[in-house]
């Protein structure tokens, strides 16, 4: 565009010049013929520049209404889908199943204290498993992740001591032995009247003497952990018997440091036995939440490694000392871990159930009026008195044993709160059937 107005300047110049020098007028007529050639060249550039700016709208035009229908094609799709979600129950039915209805409303809660935390061992059902005294492993009989029993031996070991300790019982019972004999042989020679009493008396004093050094020499072998007269009626002779190292709880045997042969002291763990059917949540609550948490507040437990699925349990200890650097006060949470799917060290999300003056409003459903489908949660909103919808929702907070739903339901709308999967059943009946070809 701007090559052509140059060219038309330049053309008006150059007929101004010659008019000037000739005033001929067959050279203004050439010159009007060249200007008048140019403008239409112009013109004629507008023109196919305008030409395209219009095929280009027109384009544009044409894929938006395109997109358009698409989208129009998409919605109309979703909404066939949503219709085709819906079950049809009569009253009766209804009542039969325990389906209660309730209008969604927005009230007043606490909103939960969300906090991190980490899943320890109980402190009260762990136990670290020593030797009793000095001596040598002879037998091991427990492995890492054995389960155990109250008593049960995990290993076997000889000690000097305890040689010591045989010996001094074996004398003691040889002692006792004599001297129970020659107090029969005293009291028969007495009542013959061949001995004196004192004879009598004498024995008995001894036997006396022999049968507190045995309990003695006993009281020993106790202190070993060893029954020594149940072993002697099990093994006889004179082989002394080995000191059992014993599990003081039923559990699981979580570490094993014992090896046979080894030379081991009081001072080492052998073994360290843990009961995982529970389990400590252990939460840091800052200093603005404390006035919300007390003992016996409930706690949810989630863990990355079971998405979806939650721990419950309560608070049972609540710190005295706040931590300088971190602000924070530990929190005790007894878990039951029955299947033994969480792990002492894993980490946790915890939402407490806190109550406070810290309220707000929200639309909240009971846990069992939502269910999961697939990734995404639905609740079943009643659209005449025989049929219901299932309706996509979004889930916010747990509040206790009420969820907080953000998008997809509206205040008044009537809920399945009860009897959801009763609904759902009949819905994937209906699917069944219709799948074959006979309607529902």
């Not at 565009?1 to 050439?30: C, F, H």
């Not at 403008?39 to 035009?61: D, I, P, R």
Request: zero cysteines; proline letters at 3%; glycine letters at 8%.
């Amino acid at each position: 565009m701007s090559g052509a107005k140059e060219l038309i300047r330049e053309i008006g110049s150059t007929i101004e010049d010659a008019a000037r020098r000739a005033k001929k007028t067959t050279l203004i007529a050439v010159g009007t013929i060249a200007l008048a050639v140019a403008v239409l060249f112009m013109y004629g550039s507008m023109a196919k520049n305008e030409h395209g700016a219009e095929q280009g709208k027109e384009t544009a035009h044409s894929d938006a209404d395109h997109r358009e229908d698409e989208h129009r094609d998409g919605e109309r799709k979703e909404h066939d889908h949503e219709e085709a979600a819906v079950v049809h129950l009569t009253k009766e039915a209804q009542k039969a199943s325990g389906i209660e209805i309730l209008p969604a409303a927005r009230g007043p809660f606490s909103a939960p204290i969300e906090a991190t935390a980490a899943i320890e061992l109980d402190g009260d059902r762990v136990a670290k498993v020593s030797a009793r005294t000095s001596g040598r492993l002879v037998k091991i009989a427990a492995s890492q992740g054995d389960a155990v029993k109250t008593g049960q031996a995990l290993a076997w070991f000889d000690s000097p001591e305890l040689g010591q300790a045989w010996a001094e019982y074996a004398k003691a019972k040889g002692r006792t032995d004599l001297a129970r004999k020659n107090l029969e042989r005293e009291e028969t020679l007495f009542s013959k009247k061949i001995s004196p009493e004192k004879d009598v008396i004498k024995a008995r004093q001894e036997l006396a003497e022999a049968e507190a050094d045995l309990a003695f020499a006993n009281e020993k072998f106790h202190l070993l952990g060893i029954d020594v007269e149940q072993f002697g009626n099990r093994q006889g002779g004179n082989q002394h018997p080995l000191i059992a190292v014993t599990s003081p709880i039923s559990g699981s045997v979580l570490e094993r440091a014992a090896t046979q042969g080894e030379v081991v002291s009081p001072e080492k763990t052998l073994f360290t036995v843990a009961d995982l059917s529970r389990l400590w949540v252990i939460i840091d609550i800052y200093d603005k939440d404390l006035e919300r948490v007390k003992k016996g507040t409930a706690v949810k437990v989630s863990t990355a490694a079971y998405a979806g699925k939650s721990f419950r349990g309560s608070i049972s200890y609540l710190g005295e000392v706040m931590d300088e650097k971190t602000r924070t006060v530990k929190a005790r949470v007894e878990v039951e871990n029955t299947n033994r799917l969480l792990k002492p060290g894993m980490f946790a999300t915890v939402t407490i159930d806190a109550k406070g003056v810290k309220t707000e409003k929200a639309i909240t459903l009971p846990e069992e009026a939502v269910f999961l489908d697939g990734s995404k949660n639905y609740a079943f909103i009643q659209t005449a008195p025989d049929q219901f919808e299932m309706r996509e929702i979004t889930v916010g907070r747990t509040l206790g044993n009420r969820l907080e739903v953000t998008h997809g339901l509206s205040v008044g709308e009537p809920v399945a709160v009860k009897g959801a999967f009763i609904l759902k059943s009949e819905l994937k009946k209906g699917e069944i059937v219709d799948e074959h070809g006979h309607g529902k």
